[in-house]
């Protein structure tokens, strides 16, 4: 039975996943579009809102190339409310965005979009330079004197904490790569479609210890739509429905100066204080996996593990594979299927919560999915439910 005060993830759509595709990110993200406008049996003209991570962002077009104004010019969309912006809990905040603005009645279906082009960025520089700085200013100015000027180097030492402080090996950590490398085989739409083995992973280069080079995702192309539609307007959907339960985010600092713990267990302690689901009650996780330690932090903050107990929780792989008591990351997470940058996580709660997985769908009738984003600095979490 169906709220009418509530908010409901109904038609989902995802453009063509690759790396330096030659179509423009406008037209991928309308290809999503109208994927999933077909999904949910909708029209444009029925969209009333539009909301993505995080508006476009000119001084770094290949990571964010398309704003809610263009995709709103390009469609004709008849907006009442839109939203666009980075300084909010992480990638599916703007999720959360379009849940507060169907409950205080802005608007009735709001489409959700992520689009990335960082791969053909970097192969086309002269369309899509990347900005050139002669100083160090903001918070950079606390990591590049310290060579830290990448993410894995940030991560790292959250990894060392547990591998120094909880006992965290490699072969465990190796557990997420591989599962969503083995996922990947099983999604047409994958990027990565190579198997992945333990001796492959252990023997790969360190990129900053212990996270090595099959920790990390890979730039990617695409585009990810989510349409959040209110519980009375259902009647106009022709898909079925999936419940938005609950959600958390959590900001720190939007930096990573000093912060004792990642946002990923705040905002996963938050999640459970919203809803009367509890971490036994889900069937399947889909977790940000930017890096595979971020992963085993979201394992942790929503507690379907003990803090420090990350690792030997995924030991073997067994727990969190396609078969295990908690399938994991199913269309390959960012490492094997793409890095759509959180969206991906929240599709595919929908797709399996739908039972329309194919080769990579979970055994039984799934009803209740966690996905999240982000867990750095910032972080969000959705509780989705088949109700």
Known sequence: MTKTNEAYITGIGQSEIGQNL???PLLLTVDAVKEALAEAGLSIHQIDGVSTYPGRVPQMLGFSPIGADELIDALGIKATWYAGGGEISSQLGAVVAAVGAIRSGQARHVICYRTVYEAAAMARPDEYPMPRR???????????????LSP????????MRHVKKYGLTREQLAQIALTDRANALLNPRALVKKPLSLDEYMSARMVADPICLYDCDRFTDA???????????????????IRIVAMAGSVDRHSWDQAEWMASYATGRDLWQRT??????????????GFS???????????FCEVGEGGRFIEGGKRIALDGELPLNTFGGQ????????????????????????????????????????GGPLATALLLARD
């Open 276 to 289: 009367d689901y509890t971490p036994a009650d889900v069937d399947t996780a889909q977790l940000y996996d």
């Open 223 to 241: 585009s990810t739509v989510l349409i959040v539609s209110a519980g009375d307007a259902l009647d106009e959907v022709t898909c079925t429905p």
């Open 134 to 148: 002669d100083r160090v200013e903001g918070s950079a100015q606390w990591t590049a004197p310290f060579n830290a």
């Open 293 to 303: 330690f971020l992963t085993l932090t979201w394992l942790e903050g929503l507690g």
């Open 22 to 24: 030659q179509r423009h």
């Open 335 to 374: 490492i094997g299927g793409g890095r759509l940058h959180g969206f991906g996580f929240a599709h595919e709660a929908v797709v399996q919560l739908r039972g329309l997985g194919g080769d990579r769908q979970i055994k039984g009738d799934p009803k209740v999915a966690v996905a999240t984003s982000g």
């Open 152 to 159: 894995a180097t940030w991560f790292a030492q959250y990894a």
